[in-house]
C-alpha cells in the first residue's frame, strides 16, 4: 500500500508560479513512475506530467518548456513546479503513482486557480 498526500495549490495570478508537492508513504519502493494529472471542470483528466525510479521525464504539450517535474528521494517526494502560468491551467492536481504490478495510487487532489 501506498499513500499519496499532495500540497501546494492555491490562487496565484496569470505569470505566477506554484510548486506541487507529493508525499509518498507506506511501500514506496514499489513504485516505478510518478504521474501528475489534473481535471478541469466539466473536461476530462488528462496527464500533466510524469517521471520514472530513472529520473525520465514526460510531458504534456500544453505545459512543456513551463512545468518542471522532479524528485526528492530522499523524501520520498516528487514535485511539480509550475511557472508562466496561464487561466487555463485552473483545475484540481492530482498524483498518481504506478506500482511494477501494474496497479497504482491516487492521491486526494489539490485545487490550482490561476486568475487575476
Known amino acids: 500500500q501506498v499513500q499519496l498526500v499532495e500540497s501546494g495549490g492555491g490562487l496565484v495570478q496569470p505569470g505566477g508560479s506554484l510548486r506541487l508537492s507529493c508525499v509518498a508513504s507506506?511501500?514506496?519502493?514499489?513504485?516505478?513512475?510518478t504521474h501528475w494529472y489534473r481535471q478541469a471542470p466539466g473536461k476530462q483528466r488528462e496527464l500533466v506530467a510524469s517521471?520514472?525510479?530513472?529520473?525520465?521525464?514526460n510531458y504534456a504539450d500544453s505545459v512543456k518548456g513551463r512545468f518542471t517535474i522532479s524528485r526528492d528521494n530522499a523524501k520520498n517526494t516528487v514535485y511539480l513546479q509550475m511557472n508562466s502560468l496561464k487561466p487555463e491551467d485552473t483545475a484540481v492536481y492530482y498524483c498518481?503513482?504506478?506500482?511494477?504490478?501494474?496497479?497504482?495510487?491516487w492521491g486526494q487532489g489539490t485545487q490550482v486557480t490561476v486568475s487575476a
Open positions: 507506506g511501500s514506496t519502493h514499489n513504485i516505478y513512475r
Open positions: 517521471i520514472t525510479t530513472g529520473n525520465s521525464t
Open positions: 498518481n503513482a504506478r506500482f511494477f504490478s501494474g496497479f497504482d495510487s
